[in-house]
């Protein structure tokens, strides 16, 4: 009889720890994508480029990219030859501002990182005299922003080494930024840490068009080459769960948007990203 109760009783204690453990993705809040002021996100769900904001900035597809499993749901592979998505201009994107707080986010899995030929561009907006831009190129992972009128902002491009067939997250962030350049405005983020923090300022409005997976219409790299039209400097491989903000996010936001990159907390992040989604 008291072995009975005693197995009764780990019976009870087994089921609440797992009732518990149950639990921990539904209070995974600590990224509120309402709070973050968003412009677009794209997460590729649907095969499409819609915008899962509210916003209604929907891409159109260039080349066909392939709708794919990726590191949330589904991912685009893009085939580095012809395939990209334009996006219409927007607001709280290009053509606003200025813009004093920033972030643009993207998860990427590269399928030959040393590629020298051409810059493998993952998002882009802006041209040649405003804009942002992250790629990939000669084993880094670079993003870049510049605004070389008004205050004359050169631009800063921070890189980190990366390697091919493998996923990361990537995070461009301008913060508290003002109309001069100074220091720690522009940074990098990598898989959810804070890589590098170098000179910025407030990007005004920037007309050229936005693009995923290649440049849509004008882009500046770090040495100054390529980016130069429309429909250039491709990328091969997979990009999932784009999203741009007007906040810039702080450390805890870029957790919770990189617990994918830890197999162990997939639930985890998909909550998060179904917030993202359910604000439509």
């Given at each position: ?6 197995r ?10 797992l009732v518990?453990?149950?639990q921990?993705?539904l209070s995974?809040?600590g ?7 968003p412009?677009a996100?794209w ?7 819609k ?8 891409g159109n597809f260039?080349g066909?990219p392939?709708?794919v499993?990726g590191?949330?749901?589904?991912a685009?592979?893009f085939?580095?030859a ?7 201009d ?5 053509t606003?501002?200025p813009?004093?707080?920033?972030t ?11 590629v020298k030929?051409?810059k493998q561009?993952?998002f882009e907006?802006g041209?040649k005299?405003?804009?942002l ?5 000669d084993g ?8 070389r009128a ?9 890189s980190v080494?990366?390697?091919?067939k493998?996923?990361?997250?990537l995070?461009?962030?301008i ?7 100074e ?7 990598v ?8 000179k910025g ?7 050229d068009?936005i ?5 849509n219409?004008?882009?500046v790299?770090h040495?100054?080459k390529?980016g130069?039209?429309?429909d250039v400097d491709h990328f091969a491989?997979l990009?999932?769960e784009?999203g741009?903000?007007g ?6 936001d870029?957790q919770d ?5 830890s197999?162990?907390h997939?639930d985890k992040?998909?909550v ?7 604000l439509?």
């Open positions: 009889m008291l072995g009975v109760s005693i009764y009783l780990r019976y009870l204690v087994l089921t609440w720890l518990a453990l149950s921990i993705p995974f809040a990224f509120d994508p309402a709070n973050a002021k412009a996100v997460t590729f769900d649907g095969g499409n480029a915008d899962s904001s509210g916003k209604n900035i929907n260039v066909k392939k709708a499993g590191i949330v749901k589904k685009l592979k085939n580095g012809k395939d990209g998505i334009r996006f219409p927007s607001a709280d994107i290009n606003g501002g813009y004093t707080n920033r643009v986010v993207a998860f990427f899995n590269c399928d030959d990182v040393d030929d051409h561009t993952i907006e041209g005299t405003r804009g831009v992250i790629y990939v190129y880094k992972a670079y993003v870049g922003g510049w605004n008004e205050y004359n902002w050169p631009g800063a491009w921070p080494k990366v390697e091919s493998k996923w990361y997250h995070g461009l962030v913060r508290d930024a003002k109309d001069k350049v220091k720690g405005k522009f940074e990098m983020w898989n959810g840490s804070l890589v590098a923090k170098e300022g407030q990007l005004h409005a920037h007309g068009d693009g995923v997976g290649y440049v219409q004008n882009a790299f040495d100054e390529g130069a039209g429309s491989g990009i999932d784009v741009v903000y906040k810039a996010l702080v450390a805890a870029f948007l990189t617990t994918a990159l197999v162990d997939n992040v998909a998060t990203w179904g917030k993202i989604k359910s439509k």
